[in-house]
């Protein structure tokens, strides 16, 4: 919740202060009904998928480096 900043934190070294009033807050919050979404994918996450599939296309290792089917 702090990385998505969510909640307000402030990092002392390796640990996170948080106020007892915001934590509270945060509490009484409404949450949307049902489950949460799924995270999609990033465009740059896509073409870096993209670009090693072609670079191995292009080594010729393509069917090497896949799993064994099940």
């Given at each position: 919740m702090l990385a998505r900043q969510r909640l307000y934190g402030?990092?002392?070294?390796p640990v996170w202060a948080i106020y007892p009033d915001d934590v509270e807050a945060f509490k009484r919050t409404r949450r949307p009904p049902g489950r949460p979404r799924?995270?999609?994918v990033?465009?740059?996450?896509?073409s870096s998928v993209a670009q090693i599939e072609r670079e191995r296309g292009?080594?010729?290792t393509k069917r090497l480096l896949r799993n064994p089917p099940r």
């Open positions: 402030t990092k002392i070294g799924k995270l999609t990033k465009a740059t996450h896509r292009r080594a010729g």
